[in-house]
């Protein structure tokens, strides 16, 4: 069973911050692209970032509202990807989930973690 | 940026009823297109990908069609476990982009 699992979630004061994790189990984890979608309470859903396999050389690539704060990073032998977000901000305010894509595949987004809860508040 | 635009915002409807929602996007998407389904507290679920393959599991009461930039996903009859909100996401070109989404409520 494809399975991701976000952690790290919590509360943080702005300009503060916060690592999250997303542990993937059940699929060739090392051939998938990764992503990390927010969704702010009571909005829509918000593409964050992405952290593509090894044979796309790893290319990240971010949302213009989170450009210079957020890093994306992957550990292949682990399962894991990592979101790193820096200098938050209150309206970074949001459930963080993590999804996938498999390259050539129609495993778009098909996948998702449960989420986990970011607040930024002093 | 692709913009996904998605309506209605909302909609009221009963038990039984058919209910159609679009997503028009800004510029082609060939296919690249899926519907999610989100219901409170709980991560999105996909539906419906390559605009009009039937995700595994779902029920046959959902459909979509569409292909470029008009897109809709169908419920045939809807059942009480369908009350939720609806997203569209293409993923043709990078970012992905989702629709607004659209919230099936009940009348």
């Known amino acids: 069973e494809v399975q991701l699992v976000e952690s790290g979630g919590g509360l943080v004061q702005p300009g503060g911050s916060l690592k999250l994790s997303c542990e993937a189990s059940?699929?060739?984890?090392?051939?998938?692209?990764i992503h990390w979608v927010r969704q702010a309470s009571g909005k829509g859903l918000e593409w964050v970032g992405r952290v593509r396999n090894k044979a796309n050389n790893y290319a990240t690539a971010y949302a213009a509202s989170v450009q210079g704060r957020f890093t994306i990073s992957r550990d292949d032998s682990q399962d894991t990807t990592y979101l790193q977000m820096n200098s938050l901000e209150v309206e970074d305010t949001a459930v963080y989930y993590c999804t996938r894509n498999v390259p050539t595949t129609p495993n778009w987004f098909d996948a998702w973690g449960q989420g986990t809860l970011v607040t930024v508040s002093s | 940026d692709i913009q996904m635009t998605q309506s209605p915002s909302s909609l009221s409807a009963s038990v039984g009823d058919r209910v159609t929602i679009t997503c028009r996007a800004s510029?082609?998407?060939?296919?690249?297109l899926g519907w999610y389904q989100q219901k409170p507290g709980k991560a999105p679920k996909r539906l419906i990908y390559?605009?009009?393959t039937l995700q595994s599991g779902v029920p046959s009461r959902f459909s979509g069609s569409g292909s470029g930039t008009e897109f809709t996903l169908t419920i045939s009859s809807l059942q009480p476990e369908d009350f939720a909100t609806y997203y569209c996401l293409q993923h043709d070109s990078s970012p992905p982009t989702f629709g607004q989404g659209t919230k099936v409520e009940i009348k």
């Open positions: 510029q082609g998407i060939r296919n690249d």
């Open positions: 059940g699929f060739t984890f090392s051939g998938s692209a």
């Open positions: 390559a605009a009009s």
